[in-house]
Structures are given as structure tokens and as C-alpha cells.
């Protein structure tokens, strides 16, 4: 029998809408989840485990009072459990943004995201462990080191890694991250599941502002489906956002994958020495499965990162020293973190007007590089999931930035030209390691990567390995058990790290 945790996001929503399965049964079974295995992983920061009860009573409240049998008029996600990364706010749980500076910061407000997806019947589990101020491609904090299900000894990635470890683990349907240079699709590499970077002004970042155009909230999912459907639910703007999309008809993400994408002109951008040789392969098959599969596939142009990274730096820098921290805090930060704050800091406005000027002649120069493909295919990281520790230089964090970057050179190029781009978990290393291959579209074409990845889904689905995950976090849980009294640490109601 298939446990409730087995079934993809959009099968839960339809057990609930059916009442086959009670949202409370639903939430009860993944705050069991988080209890087994989270003190392995570190997914979570808050556990709002009465908050999720008390929305799961509502939605059997909302299933008993309206809707036809089989869920019509229904909201999309009625009941569904759903995490949060820590960098989004969460009425009256702990707002922390990864940092023990801002360890007794409670949110007074959802962010417009967070309250789009309970309106559309989410309910929240709690916040997931986010690296600090979202700065690092790994996820390793004062509070807790996100790691993935697939080997606990190596990272969940960043920004998002709590939230990516999260889903592939089975402890949230699904999540919602944010992505300012990979945070999103870096986190679904390492965790073998799906990660969507919208386009620049497809979700909304109220109550905050992204005023450099970076970074935007988007779905972590199990699969392409599930990913639509969420980003469905996500999409929108506010009034007094900098860049807004129109918005997209009900449902329209979820319709685009479930259609056939037609066929397409795919570029694969070179190998380059720093690729890993399972990082190669992935790219490589998924190349030949998309000219199995009648799409037109041709060698990309060479991209170089030195391109972009002198400015980029600048602007990640200015973003991190951006951050309003009282002075006797600074030293709870963690190196890199001050790091970035000193170098952002000792920037000058007409530094960052000439990086920013600089970064948008660069994007302009890459969109016109590549616009002649419909999506161009990379891995998302040179690398498999990496042990870990072993980016960090806690004496030398300049080395650390740069170690960074040089295991995710292309994440960032969506981030600056605004354009969506999705990381899909299509290959596996012979030590069940995942390997995510990215896909990166024109401006606004998000329904032309979910149907595209759906297509590829279906013709390689990634679903089973989800067995031999949990045999690894079996094996870890009791390997761990001799060490806290012969069972998995529970975390109380309402609990933080």
C-alpha cells in the first residue's frame, strides 16, 4: 500500500477533493515524517504543527460545506501540506532568514506568496532551513545543515536546501523557495527533485522588493506536474511591484504540462573542465533523449563566467550588506556573511550603477547569444552533491565565495536576464547520487519548460528512486538510534531549531 507521503502533490490534492483522504490524516502523516527523519536532514526551521491542525480542521470544514463530489469549485490545494523557506515570512512563526542575528524575529504578516497559497487551501507545515540572508549555494546555519535524503553526509545545496530536502524527503507535498542565483534549482540538484526559477515578475516578492531584478520566489516539487501546479497558485503581482507579468489564465501552468511541447530547437551549451564526469553524462543523455524525442538539438555557443562575475559580486555583495542588522548582531553572522557585508559595504552608488549597467549589457548580449533556441540544456551544477563542509573556508570566506561559484558557474545567468529555467533530476550517479540537468527558456515562457520537462518525465520518470532514498534514511535513522536512547529525536509542537 502506498504511504500518503508516496502520492505526488497533485494526487494528494485530488484524495482530499475526492475525501478519500481527510486533510487531517494528510498533515498528521507528514508531521510524523518530520519527526522520523527531519533530525537527520535539517529540513525545517519551524515546525508549526498546531498552526497545520488548525488549518486542516478548516479545510474539512470547507470540504463539508461546498463543492460538488468530485472537488468542483474547490480551492486547487485544499489540505495539501506545503513548506516555507525561512526567507519568506510566516505570520507568528520565527522569521529568521538563516541568521542567528535575527533569532527572536517573528513575522507579523505573511508575505503575498505565502497568503496566495493559502488561499488556494495549502496548509503550512512550518519554515524550512534557509542558508543566511539566502547568500550561500549550500544550506549549513547556526540553527541547522540541510541535507540530502540521498546521502546525509552531503548537502541539500542553497539557498534552499532545507525546502528542497523537505519535498524529496517526504516531508511537505511541496515547497515554496526563492531563487536569486541558483537557490531554487541548485537545492532540486542535490535532492533529486524538480526546481522552477520563474521569470522576473511572475511572483510577486511583497512585502520585500528586488530592486537589482535578481532573485524571485518559485516551486520545489517531486515532479514537473506537481511544479505547475504550485506555480499556478504562486503567480501574481501587487501594486507597487517593480516589474509584473500580466496575469496567467486559472490553471494555465498545469495545462502546459500536460501538453506535448511540439518540437523545439535545443542548444547544449560545451563541456568545459570543470564539468564533472557524471555532470557531462547527464547532460549528454538528456541530449540524446530530446533528439529521440524529435526536438532539433545543436551545440550551444560557450559561455564564460568571468562575463558576468565581477559585477555580479558587486551586486551580491550590496544585497548582503543591504540587510538591515543592528550593530551589536554583526557577530552572530556567519564568515561569509561578513564577508560579503564588509565588501558590499565599502561599494560606492556610482560602483553600483556602473556593475548594474554593466550586468544589463551583459544579459542583453546573452539573450542575443542564445535566443535562437527555444531552451538551452547545462547541468545545473558541475558537480554531484558535495560532502558536507566542503565549500566553507571559515578562515578564508573570499575562498569560499569563490569555490561557490566555480561548482555553479551558470545558475546565475537566468537570474540576470530574468528568464525562467528548471532543474530536472534525470540522471542518477551508480552510487545513487542525483545529478539535476537545467533547462533555461525566453522570457515568459515557463509553459514551454513545464511541458518540455514533462515530456522528458515521462519518457525517463525519476520516481523510483524515491525507494532507494528511503532505504538511505532508514539506514541513517538507525545508525543514529544507539545516540539519542534507540529512537529519532522528536521535535515538539510548535518546535525551532
Known sequence: MTDLHELTLAEQAAAVRRRTVSPTELVDHHLRRIEESDGLLGAY????????????????????????????????????????????????????????????????????????????????LGTTTAAEFGCSCYTETAYATARSPYDPGRGAGGSSGGAAASVAAGLAAGALGSDGGGSIRIPAAAC??????????????????????????????????????????????????GCALPAAPAGHFRSRAGREPGPLRIGVMPRTDGWHPEAALACRRTADLLTDLGHRVEEAPPFDPGEYLPDFTVLWSVLAAAVPVPPEREERLLPLTRWLRAEGGGHSGARLYTAMTSLA??????????????????????????????????????????????????????????????????????????????????????????????????????????????????????ASAPARGGRAAARPEGSTR
Request: glycine share 10%; proline share 10%.
Open 192 to 241: 533529486g527533485v524538480v526546481g522552477l526559477k520563474p521569470s522576473r515578475g511572475r511572483v510577486t516578492p511583497a512585502p520585500g522588493t528586488d530592486a537589482f531584478g535578481l532573485a524571485t520566489a518559485g516551486p520545489l516539487a517531486r515532479t514537473v506536474p506537481d511544479t505547475a501546479l504550485l506555480l499556478d497558485a504562486m503567480a501574481g503581482s501587487v501594486p507597487g511591484d
Open 361 to 478: 549589457a551583459t544579459a542583453r548580449a546573452v539573450c542575443h547569444r542564445y535566443d535562437r533556441f527555444d531552451a538551452v540544456l547545462s547541468p545545473t551544477t558541475d558537480r554531484p552533491p558535495l560532502p558536507v563542509g566542503s565549500l566553507t573556508d571559515p578562515d578564508a570566506p573570499e575562498r569560499t565565495y569563490a569555490r561557490m561559484l566555480a561548482v555553479t558557474p551558470r545558475t546565475p545567468l537566468a537570474n540576470l536576464t530574468g528568464r525562467p529555467s528548471i532543474s530536472l533530476p534525470l540522471h542518477w550517479t551508480p552510487d545513487g547520487l542525483p545529478i539535476g540537468v537545467m533547462l533555461t527558456a525566453r522570457l515568459h515562457q515557463e509553459g514551454l519548460l513545464l511541458s518540455l520537462g514533462a515530456q522528458l518525465e515521462r519518457a525517463r520518470p525519476w520516481h523510483h528512486h524515491a525507494a532507494r532514498q528511503a532505504s538511505v534514511l532508514e539506514r541513517a535513522r538507525q
Open 45 to 124: 526551521r519551524t515546525v508549526d504543527a498546531s498552526g497545520a491542525r488548525r488549518a486542516a480542521r478548516a479545510a474539512e470544514a470547507r470540504l463539508a460545506t461546498g463543492g460538488a463530489d468530485d472537488g468542483a469549485g474547490l480551492p486547487p490545494l485544499l489540505g495539501v501540506p506545503l513548506s516555507v523557506k525561512d526567507t519568506w515570512p510566516v505570520a507568528g512563526l520565527p522569521f529568521t532568514a538563516g541568521s542567528a542575528a535575527f533569532d527572536d524575529r517573528i513575522a507579523p504578516a505573511d508575505a503575498a506568496v505565502v497568503g496566495e497559497l493559502r488561499a488556494a487551501g495549502a496548509v503550512l
